[in-house]
């Protein structure tokens, strides 16, 4: 089936298929369920076999998702505004806002700057990105950078292995599922730590 779309798309004005990539890298950060990495992938494999050029599709799909990022990041700063730190929200105290608006400060950038390499995390991260207001311009920057870095190991992939679409999935899976476990094990850990320090103080 899936080569049967590769050979289908293959077909296709190279416009239009950069039209399509675009769009897929730009939702994936609105929609992380969205299976981007794989169409860009299948996008990745016409480099060898069409018109469809390395660069082209690497900075459009790379601007795509710094767009992505940011338009997160914008709901985030508006809803930060309007709801979180307007006190409707009784659960989240203003201290413990200051706290994280200082982590983010000092660890947020570098969060952007890998997010693109922790599956389902990119809408999280924009978001508070924009809830503790990181610079807008530092924000697209990190954010294209990582999106940079990635895309062109996804596109390296595609472009090596050729139609075998199927072992890039099982790849990509295998990844995704493995930096998930460590991602909840590491957050698991840090909310042991905090309860274990509320406990403590009482």
Do not use: C, Q
Not at 82 to 104: M, N, P, Q
């Amino acid at each position: 089936m899936l080569h049967d779309i590769i050979s289908y798309i293959g077909t296709l004005d190279p416009t239009l298929i950069y039209v399509v990539l675009f769009i897929s890298a730009f939702v994936e950060n609105v929609f992380p369920p969205s299976p981007s990495d794989i169409i860009l992938v299948i996008g990745a494999t016409l480099v060898a076999n069409t018109t469809v050029g390395f660069i082209p599709v690497l900075i459009l799909t790379s601007a795509a998702s710094g767009l992505g990022f940011i338009f997160m990041y914008f709901i985030g700063e508006y809803l930060g505004d309007k709801v979180i730190r307007s006190g409707k929200l009784k659960f989240i105290k203003k201290e413990e806002l200051e706290k994280t608006d200082a982590w983010f400060l000092k660890y947020g950038y570098k969060l952007i700057l890998i997010n693109r390499f922790l599956p389902g995390t990119r809408a999280v991260i924009s978001f508070f990105s924009g809830v503790h207001h990181l610079s807008r311009t530092k924000t697209f920057f990190m954010a294209f950078i990582s999106s940079l870095l990635w895309n062109t190991l996804l596109i390296l992939l595609g472009v090596f292995l050729g139609n075998n679409i199927d072992l890039i999935d099982k790849y990509l899976t295998t990844y995704s599922n493995i930096v998930l476990v460590i991602m909840i094990l590491v957050i698991g850990f840090f909310i042991y730590k905090y309860y274990r320090n509320v406990k403590s103080k009482k």
